[in-house]
Nanobody, 126 residues
Framework: QVQLQESGPGLVNSSQMLSLTCRISAGSITTGDYYWSWIRQPPGKGLEWIGYINLSGSTFYSPSLKSRTSISRDTSKNQFTLQLSSVTPEDTAVYYC??????????????????WGQGTQVTVSI
């Protein structure tokens, strides 16, 4: 079964960079029609999608975070990373990585968020 695990510092200072890594077991970031995504959930709020990278290395980011976001991959280690620059306390959240399967059904593209990491808490200090 596919497993994903987030890792990285749990505390980051304001104006500095948040950096997280998602390691994948029993799967490959270069095999299959998958999009490898980052999502976060601030305390008391809903989920917010950050961006993704696919098997070819193409990326796409949320417009509200695009200027501060970079997602990359390391195929030799079967992992991908998130970098979020110039962080503020508003970036405090639980951060998740997830696998997304995009498929065509009934004339439209749909997606299935089939595997998630357990999430990791990141706190940005004032």
């Amino acid at each position: 079964q596919v497993q994903l695990q987030e890792s990285g510092p749990g505390l980051v200072n304001s104006s500095q960079m948040l950096s997280l890594t998602c390691r994948i077991s029993a799967g490959s970031i270069t095999t299959g029609d998958y999009y490898w995504s980052w999502i976060r959930q601030p305390p008391g709020k809903g989920l917010e999608w950050i961006g993704y990278i696919n098997l070819s290395g193409s990326t796409f980011y949320s417009p509200s975070l695009k200027s501060r976001t970079s997602i990359s991959r390391d195929t030799s280690k079967n992992q991908f990373t998130l970098q979020l620059s110039s962080v503020t306390p508003e970036d405090t959240a639980v951060y998740y990585c997830a696998r997304v399967l995009r498929y065509y059904n009934g004339g439209y593209y749909q997606q299935s968020w089939d595997y998630w990491g357990q999430g990791t808490q990141v706190t940005v200090s004032i």
